[in-house]
């Protein structure tokens, strides 16, 4: 089952940008990789989890649609069984997307629930509860493949063990170097107090009341 935000073409390719070098051309180029996140979906569909943990749980397992898209958790969740997938049942932002696009555009706001069948119902209903689309995308169905259907169409079929154990793992050689480190040079503070102050007034660790307040008792009321 698919929970939270709808699907976008932001986000394709993200792992792929933050893995590489960051130069001064990766804002135009990978800009499509910047995923485009709704805090208060996320707080809602955390909500709904949260619910459906403590009524069982509900679900077997869990995992967002971060790097890698929908593959993410499908494909590893499946690699022993077998799983098909209805891209054309994914809710999306717009129209347009292809199937391609939408199977391996990734986001944190999107997760995926292995359900079993006679929780399904429980969970679409804690979920319109709170206002949050959930949907039934697929089930792993014991093939041993992956199935990808989009508009009654089989649009990819692999099997499982090909994709897990098709490709025999590189083995390369590696010479470890020393690093040169500079040596550290810390000048003895001569106001710890006045040094405590200014610590604390950094905002990496400032109290973070104020916003945490803001958003718990002003967004939606």
């Not at 949260?50 to 869990?62: F, K, M, S, V, W």
């Not at 022993?80 to 199937?99: I, N, W």
């Not at 199935?147 to 692999?158: A, H, I, K, R």
Request: charged letters at 20%; glycine letters at 10%; aromatic letters at 6%.
């Amino acid at each position: 089952m698919l929970i939270g935000g709808r699907t976008g073409r932001d986000g394709i390719h993200g792992a792929t940008f933050s893995s590489d070098v960051i130069t001064d051309k990766h804002g135009d180029e990978f800009s499509h990789a910047v995923q485009i996140g709704n805090a208060i979906t996320e707080k809602k569909m955390l909500d709904v989890i949260l619910q459906a943990r403590d009524c069982g749980p509900l679900y077997n397992a869990i995992t967002d649609c971060g790097a890698g898209g929908y593959p993410a958790p499908l494909v590893k969740w499946g690699s022993h069984t077998g799983a098909t997938v209805e891209l054309d049942k994914v809710p999306l932002k717009y129209d347009g997307l292809k199937y391609a696009e939408i199977w391996i555009s990734e986001a944190q706001e999107r997760i995926v629930l292995s359900v079993a069948p006679e929780n399904v119902a429980r969970i679409l209903e804690l979920a319109a509860a709170e206002d949050v689309e959930a949907t039934d995308i697929g089930v792993f169905d014991g093939s041993g493949k992956l199935t990808l259907l989009y508009q009654g169409q089989n649009v990819g079929c692999m099997d499982m063990e090909f994709i897990h154990d098709g490709l025999p793992s590189p083995i390369r050689q590696a010479v470890w170097q020393e690093p040169v480190l500079p040596k550290a040079t810390v000048a003895e503070p001569t106001d710890y107090a006045q040094t405590l102050s200014q610590l604390l007034a950094m905002p990496t660790l400032a109290s973070k009341h104020w916003i945490i307040r803001q958003y718990d008792h002003e967004v939606q009321g």
